[in-house]
């Protein structure tokens, strides 16, 4: 078939880690994979309208003349790939990116020449295998709905390699095929928010910041709120990408009060996770000595001066770190370079203006006459790019001479009374309360209720805070975007399609003194409380199941709102909903790796006075305070809050409270190595458990008589008990409790002699897994490298060793059979099997694998030489 010419979308693919995949088999062998793999690629292709450009190796090259049909194929290749019966070790996975470009044929006509082929290529060469990746350019050119169980991700602006510019990009999920979640690959990884509107104008402000930030560890952007601070941070950051090859991070601070959480949110930028009995500062500062990397920290202001010591602290043991501050005033802390943001000249201002209106009015054009008004406008809100958006909103119903004439009065008018604030910010402030005054009475209401709202929010948290009453007497989301559409709400990306919605500093500082003088403020702080009290305990039961990972979510949207509710118990004294929130959803803070907040939450709502009598808030929060202690490695503090956690039930008289308390204390057994402890607290955990029927519960306290037996030297009896339970997780298909289970089989087997069955059951269990969850794939691994060290291949150990501890220094996951089960440390066994200096050398290499590609090692037949047996 002939080529496509013109416009066409082009689509690269090639397997992940092809060399290692080939010389794991044969010569036969490979050709026969790349034969097969050949056939599922030109199948798609040609199925779906396209034309095969050519073959490299293991890569492929097609054309289509519609981007919906490269998605299509892409699509379709991806699902064959994942159904194909490849009986290779490790699996196939495919990387796929498409891209629509210019399609500049060869003289010849059997080939493309020109830069968007080169595009394309990278653009394969961001993903991962099992992702498809897809350009913005792909994605506009899309004439059809996605594929039936597609979904698109957007995955932010990415640099590529000879592409010097971040180019957004998109990650298609396919129901049934590989995909992963893994970061897309990068020259430097962009953590940059999404603006859901054009930057304009700023020239001369971009170059003399990037300028600055060549010569300076810290620059600080001033200026008072709507000067535009954190879109020029934004666009900056972009602009000066290159120079830091370890990413570029953004870290919103707006939210927070708390100047203590500041090292947290940064290291939550950076993907460092916090260690047990370490400051989380502590963990950060040598993180960050090591790299070359740009953070952005964004709204600063609110958390002076306690904030500025902790980024002097960091910028000083970082050579190599750039600091970009946005704030109303400087740190003022040495090595600092403040760069007061200028208004927007009149031209630049007048673009603004024409942009946003067209944004409203697609057929908006300033006439002669109007095109005076629109200076006219510029002037009179001085170039603050804010208040300009709000004004130029009401094109849909106003000319620009009428707003001006409207500005003109407004102005003057709601600045009188507060003279002692900066000329510019009255002028913004006039300008929100013009725009506030002119929403309808029922808008006016949703605007100043969603003051209480601190982070970002969906439709549903608006609803149950600001129209629980049903006040409005319209839809919310209606509500909602109308406000949007006036620049007074932004509309944000989400990763799930369902909107997510944010706004202004500044304008929520509006809103808050609107609600102040509405005299609803207590009525609505309480009812913002309830709502992520009553978010908290859906999202939390649920952080231990399959799907876990989209209740995480919801926590990590709502972490701001949760820490003002817990912030407003402590401080109104009606600390029972602050302590059923850290109670219900302390596995987030376990999860997240944020310990110490989390501990630091529970301690003080525990202390409050208001919080020393007998309630089911306590309770909860006992569970939490243990339960973070024992992550955290203090069995003191676990012991003291979990037996504070059975008394206080059995008072309660909660039977299924009293079971839960047992159980939690036959932990402290463990750790302590007191079987007598573990089996009498287990033991009647069990028998409550039985009681109340609760059988999830009967389980997991049986699974610590187990571990009491195998700890005890019973293999016979712990084995017995434990293929009991597995029977049970696998009839309700609780996979994840399954995965466990053979983890645990697997040490019982290497205690019983079995290490040939202890490796099989390890490798069961990561091949049970349905996604990489770090505790029990890294404990899974862990047994498997024991058993290798210990009297198997002890390189492959050594190469498994050297990934667990990596993975452990990135998520802070304790080794379960080492901490759990008293197993002796991986590396310590291969150390001892090897010597130091091999060792090291295959740790290392170990290191630089993924989660993936480690647990693709253990599960290759190829690689592994079988231990003997008994």
Do not use: C
Request: proline share 5%; no cysteine; charged share 25%.
């Amino acid at each position: 078939m002939a080529l496509p010419s013109g416009r066409v979308t082009f689509l690269f693919s090639d397997i992940e880690g092809s060399t290692r995949l080939a010389r794991s088999m044969d010569a036969d062998a490979w050709a026969a994979l790349l034969q097969a793999h050949d056939v599922l690629v030109d199948g798609a292709v040609i199925e779906h309208h396209g034309t095969l450009v050519k073959h490299e190796g293991d890569g492929a090259f097609a054309a289509f003349a519609e981007a919906s049909d490269a998605l299509e194929a892409a699509a379709a290749l991806s699902e064959a790939v994942a159904a194909h019966e490849w009986g290779a070790v490790p699996p196939v996975r495919l990387r796929i990116g498409v891209h629509t470009g210019r399609g500049q044929l060869t003289r010849d006509g059997d080939d493309y020449l020109g830069v968007d082929v080169h595009f394309a290529a990278r653009v394969a060469g961001a993903g991962n295998g099992g992702q498809i990746v897809l350009s913005e350019e792909a994605r506009a050119a899309l004439a059809r709905d996605l594929p039936a169980g597609a979904t698109l991700v957007a995955a932010g602006p990415h640099r590529l390699k000879d592409f010097d510019e971040p180019r957004p990009l998109h990650r298609v999920v396919i129901a049934g095929a590989a995909d992963d979640d893994r970061p897309l690959r990068a020259v430097a990884s962009l953590d940059l928010p999404q603006m859901p509107t054009a930057f304009v104008g700023r020239t001369r402000e971009i170059e003399a910041v990037s300028e600055l930030l060549g010569r300076s560890r810290i620059v600080t952007l001033t200026g008072p709120g709507g000067t535009g601070k954190t879109r020029l941070a934004v666009r900056v950051a972009e602009a000066t990408a290159d120079r830091f090859p370890d990413g570029v991070a953004f870290v919103e601070l707006a939210p927070l009060r708390d100047p203590e959480l500041v090292p947290a949110a940064i290291a939550g930028a950076v993907d460092v996770a916090e260690i047990p009995g370490q400051p989380i500062l502590e963990v950060l500062k040598p993180r960050l000595s090591k790299e070359r990397r740009l953070l952005v920290l964004d709204n600063l202001e609110q958390l002076l001066p306690a904030a500025a010591p902790i980024v002097a602290e960091l910028a000083r043991g970082a050579p190599e770190l750039r600091v970009l501050v946005s704030s109303r005033e400087p740190l003022r802390v040495s090595g600092e370079q403040e760069y007061g943001v200028p208004p927007l000249g009149t031209s630049e201002a007048e673009m603004l203006f024409l942009d946003r209106a067209r944004l409203v009015r697609a057929d908006f054009a300033a006439t002669d006459g109007e095109a005076e008004a629109v200076a006219g406008i510029a002037r009179r809100l001085e170039g603050l790019p804010l208040a300009i958006e709000l004004a130029a909103a009401r094109v849909k119903v106003y000319p620009p001479s009428r707003i001006l004439e409207r500005l003109e009065h407004s102005l003057d008018l709601l600045t009188a009374g507060s003279r002692d604030l900066p000329e510019r910010q009255q002028t913004l402030r006039g300008a929100i309360g013009w725009s506030y005054d002119l929403l309808s009475p029922q808008e006016q209401l949703l605007f100043r209720r969603l003051a209480v709202l601190v982070g970002d929010w969906t439709v549903e948290s608006a609803d149950a805070i600001a129209n629980a009453d049903g006040a409005l007497g319209q839809d919310t989301l209606d509500a909602l975007v109308s406000l949007a559409a006036k620049s007074l709400l932004q509309i944000l990306p989400s990763d799930h399609g369902d909107p997510l919605f944010g706004r202004h500093a500044f304008v929520r500082e509006f809103a808050w003194e609107r609600l102040e003088a509405s005299g609803e403020r207590p009525d609505l702080e309480r009812r913002h409380a309830t709502v992520f009290r009553d978010l908290a305990r859906d999202a939390g039961q649920h952080l231990t199941e399959a799907g876990a990972e989209r209740r995480l979510e919801q926590l990590d949207l709502a972490i701001h709102d949760l820490r003002q509710a817990m912030t407003w118990a402590l401080e109104s004294g009606e600390v029972e909903v602050g302590l059923l929130i850290v109670g219900l959803a302390w596995r987030w803070w376990q999860i997240r790796a944020h310990f110490a907040e989390g501990r630091e939450w529970a301690n003080r709502l525990l202390a409050h006075p208001a919080a020393r009598g007998d309630s089911v808030g306590r309770l909860e929060a006992l569970s939490a305070a243990g339960g973070l202690a024992y992550w955290s490695n203090d069995y003191p503090a676990t012991r003291s809050a979990y037996e504070e956690r059975l008394a206080l039930a059995e008072r309660l008289g909660d039977r299924r409270q009293i079971a839960e308390a047992h159980y939690d204390l036959s932990f402290v057994g463990i750790v302590e190595d007191d079987l007598d402890l573990v089996r009498s607290e287990a033991g009647q955990a069990v028998t409550l458990f039985e009681e109340v029927g609760f059988r999830p519960g009967v389980l997991r306290a049986r699974q610590s008589l187990v571990v009491a037996n195998f700890l005890g030297g019973d293999a016979k009896a712990a084995r017995s008990l434990e293929e009991q339970n597995l029977a049970e997780f696998r009839a309700t298909q609780s996979w994840y409790r399954v995965a466990d289970s053979l983890m645990l089989i697997a040490a019982i087997e290497r205690l019983d002699g079995r290490p040939k069955e202890a490796i099989e059951s390890g490798r069961a269990a990561l091949r049970t897994m349905p996604e990489r969850v770090g505790g029990s794939t890294i404990g899974a691994l862990g047994v498997i490298a024991v058993v290798q060290g210990e009297s198997g291949d002890a390189r492959l150990a050594a190469r498994l060793a050297g990934a667990i501890g990596a993975i452990q220094a990135e998520t802070g996951e304790a080794l379960a059979p080492v901490n759990v089960l008293h197993l002796p440390h991986p590396i310590g066994v291969v150390r001892g099997r090897l010597g130091d200096a091999e060792a090291e050398r295959l740790m290392a290499e170990g290191a630089a694998l993924s989660i993936d590609e480690a647990v693709a090692l253990a599960l290759d037949d190829a690689a592994i030489e079988a231990a003997p047996g008994p």
